[in-house]
């Protein structure tokens, strides 16, 4: 916030602020990845996030070894957010699994403790979006 | 974190009749079902369950209010009759509301009408 007070009066294509190690960035390359995140509430992602989300290490662990059940676990809230944002309308039918997009990192833990890749996404539809995500065997 | 045990997802299943491929990961989240609420609800008081098979039903039960306030389907009427049945012992299904009691910042459709009773 402190950068963008320090460029508020001048136009951002030629407004540069010092980086974390004393470089300079451009004050549009932050604007845009502003500009793509995505927040991550409950009316639009239910329990995504907090079942099947990036520190849902230790839970899933447990869930898989407990229910005998192998369980999936976003590793980028983020991107996983985007690829729901933009498969949403794929589900006014009904919940759908669609395969896992290249460079989407998922992987699915398994009773044993094992990790292995996932095949594809289960997105369900709820609320204001979905009441839950989650990659599959 | 609670989850529904396997013996109480098979019992509820069966019992319910309720449309599961086994694959389900979020059980209670994807067979909740706001037109069966109340058949839920009186199903838990009428039945004497083991205690797991009472959690994952509470838990079914849960989501199937949330989605019924997201349908503008909700009967407080028999929300009220659930809450009756899980106050008269309070603790014993807390571990299943703290999920759904959610931080105050993004929070469930059902967050606020449980932390009038749960915190």
Same mark, same amino acid.
């Given at each position: 916030?402190? $950068?963008?007070?320090?460029?508020? $009066?001048?136009?951002?294509?030629?407004?540069?602020?010092?980086?974390?190690?004393?470089?300079?960035?451009?004050?549009?390359d932050?604007?845009?990845?502003? %500009? %793509?995140?995505?927040?991550?509430?409950?009316?639009k992602?239910?329990?995504?996030?907090?079942?099947?989300?990036?520190n849902?290490?230790?839970?899933?662990?447990?869930?898989?070894?407990?229910?005998?059940?192998?369980?999936?676990?976003f590793? $980028? %809230?983020?991107?996983a957010?985007?690829?729901?944002r933009?498969n949403? %309308?794929?589900?006014?039918?009904?919940?759908?699994?669609?395969?896992?997009?290249e460079?989407?990192?998922?992987?699915?833990?398994?009773?044993?403790?094992?990790y292995?890749?996932?095949?594809?996404?289960?997105?369900?539809?709820?609320?204001?979006?979905?009441?839950?995500?989650?990659?599959?065997? | 974190?609670?989850?529904?045990?396997?013996?109480?997802?098979?019992? /509820?299943?069966?019992?319910?009749?309720?449309?599961?491929s086994?694959?389900?990961?979020?059980? @209670?989240?994807? /067979?909740?079902?706001?037109?069966?609420?109340?058949?839920?609800?009186?199903?838990?008081?009428?039945?004497?369950?083991?205690?797991?098979?009472? @959690?994952?039903?509470?838990?079914?039960?849960?989501?199937?209010? @949330?989605?019924?306030?997201?349908?503008?389907?909700?009967?407080?009427?028999?929300?009220?009759?659930?809450?009756?049945?899980?106050?008269?012992?309070?603790?014993?299904?807390?571990?299943?509301?703290?999920?759904? /009691?959610?931080?105050?910042?993004?929070?469930?459709?059902?967050?606020?009408?449980?932390?009038?009773?749960?915190?």
């Amino acid at each position: 916030m402190a $950068d963008l007070l320090q460029c508020a $009066d001048q136009p951002a294509p030629l407004c540069f602020v010092p980086g974390p190690s004393g470089s300079s960035r451009n004050l549009v390359d932050d604007l845009e990845r502003l %500009d %793509d995140f995505i927040p991550i509430t409950k009316a639009k992602f239910g329990h995504t996030f907090t079942t099947h989300g990036q520190n849902s290490t230790n839970f899933l662990t447990q869930r898989a070894k407990g229910s005998g059940q192998a369980q999936g676990q976003f590793l $980028d %809230d983020q991107a996983a957010a985007k690829f729901i944002r933009d498969n949403i %309308d794929k589900v006014q039918n009904g919940a759908v699994s669609l395969p896992v997009p290249e460079g989407l990192s998922v992987r699915i833990i398994n009773p044993d403790g094992s990790y292995s890749p996932a095949a594809t996404i289960r997105l369900v539809p709820g609320g204001n979006g979905v009441k839950t995500a989650y990659p599959e065997p | 974190m609670w989850f529904p045990q396997k013996d109480a997802k098979d019992f /509820l299943n069966r019992s319910l009749t309720l449309p599961a491929s086994g694959f389900e990961q979020d059980w @209670e989240i994807e /067979l909740a079902d706001a037109t069966r609420v109340s058949e839920f609800v009186i199903f838990l008081k009428k039945s004497r369950l083991k205690h797991i098979y009472e @959690e994952a039903l509470v838990s079914l039960i849960l989501a199937s209010f @949330e989605d019924a306030i997201w349908r503008e389907s909700f009967d407080d009427e028999v929300w009220n009759d659930f809450l009756l049945y899980i106050l008269s012992d309070r603790n014993r299904f807390n571990d299943v509301i703290f999920p759904w /009691l959610a931080d105050g910042n993004t929070d469930f459709a059902i967050s606020d009408r449980l932390r009038q009773y749960f915190s």
